[in-house]
């Protein structure tokens, strides 16, 4: 198997044309070619879920996403194909509305605890001191007023990020959040 190893891809960086180097990825990395490498891979990509063709994402639950369709089409009754065809894009309407909510929350999860953290470091603040040079700027030195209550603060903000970086929730809401300007631009929102 060839790989890509450091030494050709500074080559191919190095060279003046992009096509050397597409011509490099593509000859040693062209990625997963079987079916089932290909299954294996698809989903690296995916932070949100919101704009995917699958209707159902990791973590969801397909027996869910089934009995809402099933129960739309109890609901509708469908008289056919087009009618079918069409209660099934609003089972994958609405379940993608569902998904929007679950981002929802987790953008206002994660802006909540980066407000929390904030304040939790700005009162740390408060219990120290940074002297000043002679013309206004900071010369480094540190004088922490009272030890216990600034490491108290100092903790909760720490405890705050790490909580917003281990709830699966924000994280796919601050994944949005960061893509949502690229995803306006394309139109795809």
């Not at 960086?13 to 000859?27: C, G």
């Not at 087009?82 to 509305?97: D, F, P, S, V």
């Not at 994944?175 to 631009?185: I, Q, R, S, V």
Request: aromatic residues 4%.
């Amino acid at each position: 198997m060839n790989l890509i190893t450091p030494e050709k891809l500074a080559a191919a960086t190095n060279t003046p044309t992009r096509a050397a180097r597409r011509a490099l990825v593509a000859k040693f990395g062209p990625g997963p070619t079987s079916n089932a490498g290909k299954a294996v891979v698809r989903l690296n990509a995916v932070r949100h879920g919101l704009l995917s063709r699958a209707p159902v994402m990791a973590g969801e639950s397909a027996d869910e996403y089934a009995a809402l369709c099933s129960q739309l089409k109890a609901e509708l009754s469908p008289v056919g194909i087009l009618e079918t065809q069409l209660c099934e894009r609003m089972a994958g309407a609405l379940w993608r509305l569902r998904r929007l909510s679950h981002i929802e929350a987790g953008i206002l999860t994660g802006s909540a605890a980066n407000v929390f953290a904030d304040a939790a470091d700005a009162q740390a603040e408060t219990f120290s001191h940074t002297d000043e040079a002679w013309d206004g700027s900071f010369c480094g030195k540190t004088t922490i007023l009272d030890e216990a209550a600034h490491a108290e603060a100092t903790d909760a903000a720490k405890q705050t990020r790490a909580f917003a970086l281990s709830d699966a929730s924000a994280l796919v809401g601050a994944a949005y959040k960061n893509e949502a300007p690229t995803l306006d631009e394309r139109g795809a929102l």
